[in-house]
Structure formats: C-alpha cells, structure tokens
C-alpha cells in the first residue's frame, strides 16, 4: 500500500534522504523527499536561497528535477556540495502523473513524479551543461534569437512591399537592392516608405550582431582543440562545432554509434504491432538548432559528392549506394547526418581528426580479430588500423 505524504515547511538536515525530486519555478520550488525507510515529506513552497543553504548542511543525496532554464545552475552548485544530481525528461514526469494521480498536475505531484521516476535506473537522463558549455549555449540562443528577428523583419518587409504592388522576388536578400526599390516605387505611400526604411535600417543592424557573434564563434572553435577536431568533419562549420560541443558533454555517455544519433532525433520512428513493423519520420528528439545545422550540412556535403569534390572514397561510395536506392533528398539528408554523428563520436573518443581515407569503412571490412573485439565490447577505442586512425561505420 502506498505510503502517505507527509507535508512539512523545511528540510530536516538530520535525516538522511534516498533521494529528492524537485519542482523548478522561477522564484519558489516545490520538493518531494525520500527517505531510505520509504517516507515521503512534501514542500509545497520553498525558496532557492533555503534549498542552497539546506543542501549545503546534508550529506550526500541524489537531487532530481525537471528540463528548464534554472537547471544547469541549480545542479552545478548542488554537485558543488557533493550532492548527485539527474535530470529527467518532462514527457516521462506528465505520463507518471496521468497513470499515478489521475492528471492532476500541482507542483507537489510533479515533485513526487520526478522523485519515484529517478529511481527508474532504465529511464534515460538528460546531463546538465557545465560552466564553459552553458556559455557556448547562451551565446548559440542569443544568435538563435538574431538570427530569427532578421528573418521575421525582412520577409514582413517583403510582404508589406507586396501589399502595395511591389513584389521582391525570393533571390533578393541584398538590402541596398530592397532600399534602392523601395524608394523609386511611386505605388508606396512616403508616409508607409519610412518606417519600411526603418525596418529595413533594423534588419542591417541584426545583420551586424549576427556577424559578430559568428566571428566571436569561429575564433573560440579556430582556438578549441576539441571544436577543430568536430570541424576536420566534411560539412561541419565553427557554428556546427560550436554548438555540438555544447550539447555533446561527456563523448563516453553514448556507449554505441547510434546512442549519439537517437540523442540529437536523427533515428526513425519505429512502430510495431505483430509481426508488422513500420519505420516513420525522424523523432526529432534533443537539441533542434544542432539537428537543423547537421542536416543543413549533410546537404552541402551531398552537393560536394555530386560535384566531385568530396574527398572520402568510402563516404562517396555510400552516398552513392543511397542514392541508386532513389532516396529523397530530405531523407538522404537526415540519414547523412547521422552518419556524420557517427563519425564526430568516434573521432572524439579516439581523439584523432576526420580521416578521408576510412571514414565509412563498416566493421565488417575489418581484420577477423579486430572484428570479433569490436562486436565483443562494442568500444570504438579498442578498434586498431594500420595507421592510428580511427575506423568509421
């Protein structure tokens, strides 16, 4: 029978808890505690200096919480204190409160949830970024944001243009070019012409943060050992690098090549009923920019094969190999992008750069024993090669 909860208004610091769940909001937290004799206490409300100060006077314990802004944070001082911190996914945390409590979503049941799910040793986790990371991430959103704003400003530009008989065709993106035709057209009131100009004087300056931020990026990822090495990857820029070492964390979480790829979404769908299994679109999990920027490289990377530019033989003769088999672009694109996550995992845990050579050589093309040490312990940096490279599949 399950045991009742008991509420409470502070943290017992002379009680040792199996683990704590807690529920962020921006000012307040609600927690749930565990104690190894099972005993459940909730607190409804309790603030973030107390929670600090609390932690900092118990012995070690595991603190779980949701996916939300204030979590790297939070967990980096808490891991300061010695405490264990785990991160559980949301989707998991709202179908435990529609089985468990009937749907009823308060920030004690939530608590709760999250503390039962943490026990849960199959239930995947989400690690928190440290220092360094959550600064790449942070500069990666406020670029994000730049990036968005000048899109938005200059297509309502065009489409406000349009409104008055004056359409910008999709190719022009030169602002001189949309100035110089804004300010001849005879169809545009001058009253509706300036604040156009003003707009288009706004999309100039977003121009100019975008380009700054960016060079600011491509010097931190020119200066990073661990960015070069990422960047030495076909189709893979210092935005990319940048972005995947901020999302990536420890490269030796993801125990198999294809961990990595269902980390950033690129996997297939999978839904089976019998005997009938059918594959659908990509689940489109993880980190969305990072997703966007790998498949927008996999797209240059395919133009570069059709061309005859790309120097991987191996790479070549597998996106050829897709492409007989009438792929679609898009899914030729995400199926490329995974491959290239395959390829930044195993260059990082070898620590060596992109070789053209090898990258794409399957397990199956490696020496007998080699091959029966791979499929033993399925560790990428046990793998041999002739020259010190690392072997790609």
């Not at 002379?14 to 004799?37: E, M, N, P, R």
């Not at 603190?63 to 204030?70: K, R, S, V, Y």
């Not at 300010?183 to 001058?190: D, N, V």
């Not at 019998?274 to 790998?294: C, F, M, P, Q, W």
Request: aromatic fraction near 6%; proline fraction near 4%; hydrophobic fraction near 35%.
């Amino acid at each position: 029978m399950p045991r009742k909860r008991i509420l409470v208004k502070s943290i017992d610091t002379s009680i040792s808890y199996q683990v704590i769940g807690i529920d962020l909001a921006k000012h307040l937290v609600s927690a749930c505690l565990i104690t190894g004799a099972g005993e459940i206490f909730g607190i409804d409300r309790l603030t973030y200096d107390d929670l600090l100060k609390s932690a900092e006077r118990m012995s070690p314990t595991l603190f779980c919480m949701e996916p939300c802004p204030e979590v790297h944070y939070l967990a980096e001082k808490l891991q300061g204190y010695g405490h264990h911190t785990k991160v559980i996914d949301g989707a998991a945390v709202k179908e435990y409160i529609k089985t468990h409590f009937g749907g009823q979503e308060t920030d004690l049941n939530d608590a709760q949830a999250i503390a039962f799910l943490s026990l849960d040793t199959n239930l995947p986790e989400i690690t928190p970024k440290n220092t360094s990371n959550s600064v790449l991430s942070s500069i990666q959103a406020v670029r994000e944001q730049f990036r968005k704003e000048y899109i938005q400003s200059f297509v309502s530009l065009k489409g406000i243009c349009q409104r008055w008989g004056l359409p910008i065709s999709k190719g022009v993106m030169n602002k001189n070019k949309v100035e110089e035709l804004v300010s001849e057209s005879k169809k545009i009131p001058q009253e509706v012409k300036d604040w156009l100009l003003e707009l288009l004087q706004s999309c100039r300056e977003l121009q100019k943060r975008l380009n700054k931020i960016s060079k600011y990026l491509k010097e931190y990822a020119d200066n990073d050992e661990i960015c070069q090495k990422i960047m030495s990857v076909p189709g893979i820029g210092p935005i990319t690098a940048t972005r995947l070492k901020a999302t990536i964390g420890d490269i030796q979480r993801f125990e198999k090549p294809k961990s990595i790829v269902a980390y950033y979404g690129l996997v297939p769908k999978s839904k089976a009923t019998g005997h009938n299994e059918k594959k659908g679109g990509i689940t489109r999990r993880g980190d969305r920019v990072a997703r966007s920027l790998l498949i927008e490289g996999a797209g240059v990377v395919l133009n570069l094969a059709a061309k005859g530019f790309l120097r991987s033989k191996p790479l070549n003769k597998w996106i050829e190999k897709k492409r007989k088999l009438k792929m679609p672009w898009g899914k030729l694109c995400c199926a490329l992008a995974a491959k290239m996550l395959r390829i930044v995992r195993a260059i990082l845990i070898q620590g060596t750069s992109f070789n053209a050579k090898i990258a794409g050589v399957a397990r199956c093309s490696l020496p007998k024993e080699s091959r029966n040490n791979v499929m033993g312990n399925n560790k990428l940096s046990e793998i041999p090669s002739p020259n010190g490279s690392v072997y790609i599949h």
